[in-house]
């Protein structure tokens, strides 16, 4: 079976520019969370969408926005990069019938200059 | 302010040995606990979890202890292998299946032949 798939792996990005993440949740699996991870930090939560709506957000600028299709891919906006939105961004999905595991992508590795 | 801790950035164990990699949380509303690997340039893999109503978790050659009294939780792994050597991430969540994970820094293992 697939796992959860990203894309890009990586892309280098200007600051003030805008970047879109995609992720693959899953087969059959409905609910896409993001996460984004800081060199020498764990991840955090940035969004949760479930049935393509919003059922959660993390601490996170209004700079960030996230949606999710009927197929339940999702996809993960950033706007006016900053320096410090270089990180590594994860994707994961949830089975439904265990609700707490999570199940994470690769991730993009975004670099911004 | 860290709700979940792990204290122990690194960790070198000798390929055989037993590895203990402790976590700490401070939030008493936290009742399911993960543990995470990574390696890499891959996403974090579930390890194992437990529920806050056990003491105790074992899959295989891990095993996850919990004291709720401590607000501490470890994970050993028995006999250590030389593929086990990755960043190990504490992941907490709250009872309600929607909550995001609350992780830990992580611990880098090292194991060695």
């Known amino acids: 079976d697939a796992g959860v798939t990203q894309s890009p792996t990586h892309l280098i990005k200007t600051r003030g520019q805008h970047v879109t993440l995609r992720c693959s949740p899953i087969?059959?699996?409905?609910?896409v969370s993001w996460y984004q991870q800081v060199l020498g930090q764990g991840p955090q939560f940035i969004f949760q969408?479930?049935?393509?709506?919003?059922?959660g957000r993390g601490n996170f600028p209004d700079r960030f926005s996230a949606r999710q299709f009927p197929n339940y891919s999702s996809e993960l906006n950033v706007n006016a990069l900053l320096l410090g939105d270089s990180a590594l961004y994860l994707c994961?999905?949830?089975?439904?019938?265990?609700?707490?595991?999570?199940?994470f992508g690769p991730g993009t590795r975004l670099t911004v200059t | 302010d860290q709700q979940v801790k792990q204290n122990s950035p690194s960790l070198s164990v000798q390929e055989g040995r037993i590895s203990i990699l402790n976590c700490d949380y401070t939030?008493?509303?936290?009742?399911?606990f993960l543990w995470y690997k990574k390696y890499p340039a891959e996403g974090p893999t579930f390890l194992i979890s437990i529920s806050s109503i056990k003491d105790k978790n074992e899959d295989g050659r891990f095993t996850v202890f919990l004291n709720k009294s401590a607000k501490h939780l470890s994970l050993h792994i028995v006999p250590s292998q030389p593929g086990d050597s990755a960043v190990y991430f504490c992941?907490?969540?709250?009872?309600?299946?929607?909550?995001?994970?609350?992780f830990g820094k992580g611990t880098r293992l090292s194991v060695i032949a």
């Open positions: 994961a999905s949830k089975p439904p019938d265990r609700e707490y595991e999570q199940y």
């Open positions: 087969s059959g699996h409905k609910s």
């Open positions: 992941a907490a969540s709250r009872f309600s299946g929607n909550t995001p994970l609350v």
């Open positions: 939030n008493s509303m936290f009742d399911y």
């Open positions: 969408y479930y049935e393509k709506e919003e059922r």
